[in-house]
């Protein structure tokens, strides 16, 4: 069960999601969470996110360290990023911090520390 241990610390700098040629939201708060041999991700904070763009999905997961996820996606211009962007409203108690946090898929859109 170790390499699955869950850490959660600031992250460090400045970090912009973009999708579709947009910003979508920039923070100096953001998380870095870190799970087993899975790569990190940067969880940001509800309110440096522009919600406007984002769109609640019907989609559910399930993780045993960090609780159920809701799954949002991302109208741009052109297209619907379905399920681009996540979120543990009630995380358990090892992961509470996130509570709040959004994260983001690298591979559906741009996650990067400026």
């Known amino acids: 069960m ?3 241990k869950i850490h959660i ?3 460090d700098g400045h970090w912009v ?9 920039e923070s100096h708060e953001a998380l870095e969470l870190t799970e087993g041999d899975y ?7 509800r309110g440096d996110i522009g919600m ?3 769109d609640t999905s019907d989609t559910t997961t399930q993780c045993p360290h960090k609780g159920q996820a809701s799954y949002f996606s991302i109208q741009t211009k052109s297209k619907l990023i379905k399920d681009a962007a996540w979120s543990y409203e009630d995380p358990i108690e090892s992961a509470a911090r996130i509570a709040g946090h959004l ?3 690298p591979e559906k859109v741009t996650v990067e520390q400026l």
């Open 52 to 54: 406007a763009f984002l």
């Open 103 to 105: 994260a983001f898929d």
């Open 9 to 11: 610390r600031p992250a």
């Open 39 to 45: 790569p990190p991700v940067i969880y940001f904070p």
């Open 17 to 25: 999601v973009r999708a579709g040629g947009a910003v979508i939201g």
């Open 2 to 4: 170790n390499e699955k």
